[in-house]
């Protein structure tokens, strides 16, 4: 059984650092690019961006500048570090792994995580 | 930065009727970067289509994707009442991912 399990708190203060993992079971981390989605409340998803499992990342140019990304192949497990949060940061939280076909990227997220909640507010 | 527009925002159908979707992109794009998801409340967006018109594992055949260059539409050819829910379009280019804003289809 393939699963992406995210983990992390559930509140976080403003202009503190948001931080989340996911875990990874059933399948190797190795291959793939990891991505992190977000999405507020009532609104569509947002991508922050992916983690290769060599730890090459790319984020989206909106975060950029608050956003890290990594990765532990011997945890399979991935990071996501989003700093001086505010309210409107916060969202419910996935991770997302980039599909492959046969070997070849679909260009679409084929499994996600059941997503968290983050909370940002003193 | 392409942008997608779907319409329209909320679709009003009754079970058994057909649904169709619009995703329009702000410029010319490749149709095999092009993904339709469905979320329902509580839940992660679940792929539906991928590459336009590819059917994901699983995903039965009521569900069709067509379109190209900047027009692209998602078709439920007859509504179940496991379909309501909100449909979002993505395209990815350039190692970036953007996400439309997504088209609820409510039980009229």
Redesign the interface.
Do not use: H, K
């Given at each position: 059984q393939v699963s992406l399990q995210e983990s992390g708190p559930g509140l976080v203060k403003p202009s503190e650092t948001l931080s989340l993992t996911c875990t990874v079971s059933g399948v190797s981390i190795n291959g793939y690019y990891w991505n992190w989605v977000r999405q507020p409340p009532g609104k569509g998803p947002e991508w922050i961006g992916y983690v290769y499992d060599s730890g090459t990342t790319k984020f989206n140019p909106a975060l950029k500048s608050r956003v890290t990304a990594s990765v532990d192949t011997s945890k399979n497990q991935f990071s996501l570090n989003l700093n001086s949060v505010t309210a409107a940061d916060t969202a419910v939280y996935y991770c997302a792994r980039w599909g492959k076909l046969g070997g070849n990227a679909i260009n679409a997220y084929d499994l996600w995580g059941q997503g968290t909640m983050v909370f940002v507010s003193s | 930065e392409i942008v997608l527009t779907q319409s329209p925002d909320t679709l009003s159908l009754s079970p058994g009727e057909r649904a169709t979707l619009s995703c329009r992109a702000s410029q010319s794009v490749r149709s095999?970067?092009l993904?339709w998801?469905q979320q329902k409340p509580g839940?992660?967006?679940?792929?539906l289509m991928?590459?336009t018109s590819?059917r994901?594992?699983g995903i039965p055949d009521k569900f069709g994707g067509s379109g190209s260059v900047t027009d692209f539409t998602l078709t439920i050819s007859r509504l179940e009442p496991e379909d309501f829910a909100v449909y979002?379009c993505?395209y990815?280019d350039r190692?970036?991912?953007?996400?439309?804003?997504?088209t609820k289809v409510e039980i009229k």
């Open positions: - | 095999d970067y993904t998801y839940q992660a967006p679940r792929l991928y590459g590819n994901a594992t979002y993505q990815y190692s970036l991912v953007t996400f439309g804003g997504g």
